[in-house]
Each structure stands twice: as C-alpha cells, then as structure tokens.
C-alpha cells in the first residue's frame, strides 16, 4: 500500500521562503506521477503542482508560477516543493499526492498535509 508523508510545513513571514518534503513509501515511486495541493478551511482542495514520473513536465498553479519550484529526488523517494516569497494567501496544508502511473493508471494517493503559515 502506498503511503505519503508530508514535512517541512512551518510559520514564515512574508517574503520567507519554505521548502516541503513527501516521501513515498510502499510503491515504486519512479513509476509516479507527483503533485502538490493546498487547501484552506471553507474552501476546496486546490492544485499547487505536478511533476512527471520522468521529471521531463511540470505544471503550476497561476498563482505560483515563479515563486514555487517541484522536484523529485529518485534516490530518496521524495519530492519536493520549494516556496520562495512567500505571501500570506499561500497560508495553507499542503498535501502530497500521486495521481497515476506512467502506465495512466489512476490512483488517490494522498498525504496528512503538511501545515504552512505565512504571517504579514
């Protein structure tokens, strides 16, 4: 069974920047596609970004086009979200996920949610 584990969720100022972690364990993780959502209360699950099982595409939100970078690490079976100017509508959890395979098979593989804070 696949599992996600969130880290590296914290309070910034604005402006800070904040790099978050998942690690995938109980599956070939080269295999997945990734991806970064957050979501705050009242509102629904909104997507952050995606990187493909290859590392060869990445999408982003509008919203952090230019501020937020996705990578995976292939060793360590992670991937991971570096925050950079930071603003205080990026306060959210951010959850890990791994939507499919690079066969397209898909699957709802979520993380806890990592909490982030960004104070003005």
């Known amino acids: 069974q696949v599992q996600l584990e969130e880290s590296g969720g914290g309070l910034v100022q604005a402006g800070d920047s904040l790099r978050l972690s998942c690690v995938l364990s109980?599956?070939?993780?080269?295999?997945?596609?990734m991806g970064w959502y957050r979501q705050t209360p009242g509102k629904e699950r909104e997507f952050v970004a995606a990187i493909s099982w290859l590392s060869d595409k990445t999408d982003y939100a509008d919203s952090v086009k230019g501020r937020f970078t996705i990578s995976r690490d292939y060793a360590e079976n992670r991937v991971y979200l570096q925050m950079s100017s930071l603003k205080s509508e990026d306060t959210a959890i951010y959850y890990c996920?791994?939507?499919?395979?690079?066969?397209?098979?898909?699957?709802?593989?979520w993380g806890q949610g990592t909490q982030v804070t960004v104070s003005s």
């Open positions: 109980g599956g070939t993780f080269r295999s997945y596609d």
């Open positions: 996920n791994a939507p499919r395979d690079q066969w397209g098979y898909e699957y709802d593989y």
